[in-house]
């Protein structure tokens, strides 16, 4: 009896044992249950949140491009080439005020200067005028002379005053000029010349070589008034007295009376009296300076850099290069007609 009663007792007991366990399961089981549906939730609220953040994310890139094109668009409509808001200029500053004027001012020296620049019965022309045609041309508009400047140095400071584009009037280019311009590559290069009075540099010679007594120049020597050579005298011939003249040909005339010993300019002018003036031949006596050069150049305001890029561009594009003879053998004819005309 004993012994069936312990084992009653025992299997009572494991039944309330499993029926805790059995009830501990239920509720773990409802605990994953319910982790699980949160877990399913939370995933399932995040994707969508993912989704309409991707969704919004699209919208606002498409507004975005939408704002963006009508910007173009704004942007587009304020080009040079509308008539409303600032127009930004299609061409250089220096370039862009020429083209809205429609023409090309020159600086032109008041007195003729064959054969680079002449008025012929109301008309100019002339190597200078050529050029400055040629550029006006190439820029699409016309081309206006101004002529009142009366030396080459005031021709200078009508381009550095920028009452001119620019000037082409026979300018040499120097240092000194070169402070205040800017000037164009050459577009001719001549040696410097003496024109002398045979009967004065015998005078002065007195046995010496002519190489020595030009090197030691002394007595008068003509130079025109307000031009480079008054500076290049200077520095050539230290000993020599300067004497200024308004004109070239008042400078030979003097020469041709004696009144001064040498005329010193560039070797086309010196070689344009022998060519002119065959009367005067035996009075007078030519020499080239090996040693020196002349360089002609267009001369342009200090702040036109794109205006002298296209002169310098239109230079080297030149087949011809000109020379002194090239250029007195162009215009002899020039001269011949003046020869006839004279009385």
């Not at 963006?68 to 080439?81: D, I, K």
């Not at 020469?255 to 022998?274: N, P, S, T």
């Not at 360089?295 to 087949?319: E, G, K, R």
């Amino acid at each position: 009896m004993c012994q069936k009663t312990t084992i009653h007792n025992v299997s009572a007991a494991e039944k309330k044992v499993e029926t805790k366990r059995a009830r501990a399961d239920q509720w773990i089981g409802v605990q994953l249950l319910g982790l699980a549906l949160t877990l399913f939730l939370v995933i399932t609220l995040g994707c969508s949140d993912g989704a309409q953040a991707a969704a919004k994310g699209a919208a606002v890139g498409a507004a975005t491009a939408t704002a963006s094109t009508a910007s173009a668009g704004s942007t587009l409509s304020r080009s040079p080439s509308s008539s409303s808001g600032s127009a930004v200029p299609a061409m250089p500053p220096d370039v862009q005020r020429v083209l809205d004027k429609g023409k090309l001012t020159v600086a032109v020296l008041g007195q003729d200067n064959a054969p680079f620049f002449m008025d012929e019965a109301g008309q100019m022309s002339g190597l200078d005028i050529q050029l400055a045609r040629t550029l006006a041309d190439q820029l699409g508009v016309s081309l206006e002379i101004t002529r009142t400047a009366q030396t080459f140095d005031q021709v200078v400071d009508m381009v550095y005053g920028q009452k001119a584009d620019l000037a082409i009037s026979k300018i040499s280019r120097t240092l000194k000029r070169a402070q205040r311009v800017r000037f164009s590559r050459p577009y001719l290069r001549m040696r410097q010349g003496l024109l002398v009075n045979r009967l004065q540099m015998a005078e002065q010679t007195q046995g010496r070589s002519m190489v020595a007594t030009i090197r030691d120049l002394q007595g008068q020597v003509g130079v025109i008034k307000g031009s480079s050579y008054v500076g290049f005298l200077k520095q050539k011939f230290p000993q020599a007295s300067i004497v200024e003249y308004p004109t070239w040909e008042d400078i030979v005339e003097a020469v041709v009376q004696g009144d001064i010993l040498a005329a010193y300019r560039d070797e086309l002018e010196i070689k344009k009296v022998v060519r002119t003036r065959p009367d005067v031949a035996l009075q007078l006596q030519t020499i080239a300076l090996t040693d020196t050069q002349d360089s002609l150049a267009v001369v342009l305001p200090w702040s036109s850099s794109h205006l002298l890029a296209f002169v310098d561009q239109y230079l080297d594009t030149l087949t011809a290069q000109y020379t002194v003879d090239a250029v007195l053998d162009e215009y002899a004819d020039y001269w011949v007609t003046q020869r006839l005309q004279q009385p």
